[in-house]
């Protein structure tokens, strides 16, 4: 079975501190993917991935960055955590065959305080 | 982008009962996936129909599919209390490119 994983189930941390969160995929994936979930708003994409070293915005980018030096590891930063980024977060990886709508997987999230 | 639209919001049955959840959206697919969030974990990933197909099963699982009217249904027959989750449906096509956009969900409410 593909295996996501997140590097933290929780985190607290204050604000302007920078925020690392890692994840992990162990199954050769090209595209991984990284959403906020919060209340009532579902799971909103910030970056994704499709290759190495290549990324792209996704619909909510602004106040974060992304890291992908390696194929199975995707980084996401927090460059001055603020409080409207608590939330839970969620890594998620697919094939990369090419084909539009992909089944993803994912991690087990990793729920963000920012104080 | 492609984001489909799960009705109702919530949902609370009794144990045994059937379980319907609708999703809608507004373009053309390749293909619709639904998947299930246990209470604060990641999404599974349940069941994937595809644009040129009407009904698909897996286990007490039962999805359609109407591209005329541009929606979606999962079934959940002889519900568990085990089912008690949050269901997400993700409508995929060309216009959103390798991007899979979830809506808010159905949270689905299993009482034993």
């Known amino acids: 079975d593909v295996k996501v994983t997140q590097s933290s189930r929780y985190l607290v941390k204050r604000t302007g501190e920078k925020v690392f969160l890692e994840c992990v995929q162990d199954?050769?994936?090209?595209?991984m993917f990284w959403y906020r979930q919060d209340p009532g708003l579902g799971l909103r994409l910030i970056y994704f991935s499709y290759d190495v070293k290549m990324k792209e915005k996704g619909d909510i980018p602004e106040g974060y960055s992304v890291s992908r030096e390696k194929k199975e590891r995707f980084s996401l930063i927090l460059e001055s955590a603020s409080t409207n980024q608590t939330s839970m977060y969620l890594c998620?990886?697919?094939?990369?065959?090419?084909?539009?709508?992909?089944?993803?997987?994912f991690g087990s999230g990793t729920q963000l305080s920012v104080l | 982008s492609q984001q489909g639209e799960e009705d109702p919001q919530a949902l609370s049955i009794q144990e045994g009962e059937n379980a319907t959840m609708n999703c809608s959206y507004k373009?053309?697919?390749?293909?619709l996936q639904w998947y299930r969030q246990n209470s604060g974990r990641g999404l599974v990933h349940l069941i994937l129909?595809?644009?040129?197909?009407r009904e698909k099963h897996s286990g007490r699982l039962r999805v359609t599919l109407d591209t005329s009217k541009k929606s979606s249904s999962l079934l959940i027959t002889a519900s568990r209390a085990a089912d008690t989750a949050s269901y997400f449906c993700a409508p995929t096509g060309q216009t959103g490119g390798f991007k899979t956009i979830f809506g808010a969900g159905t949270r689905l409410f299993v009482k034993a």
């Open positions: 998620a990886s697919s094939p990369g065959t090419g084909v539009v709508g992909e089944k993803l997987f």
């Open positions: 129909i595809r644009s040129n197909e």
């Open positions: 373009t053309s697919i390749n293909n």
């Open positions: 199954m050769d994936h090209e595209n």
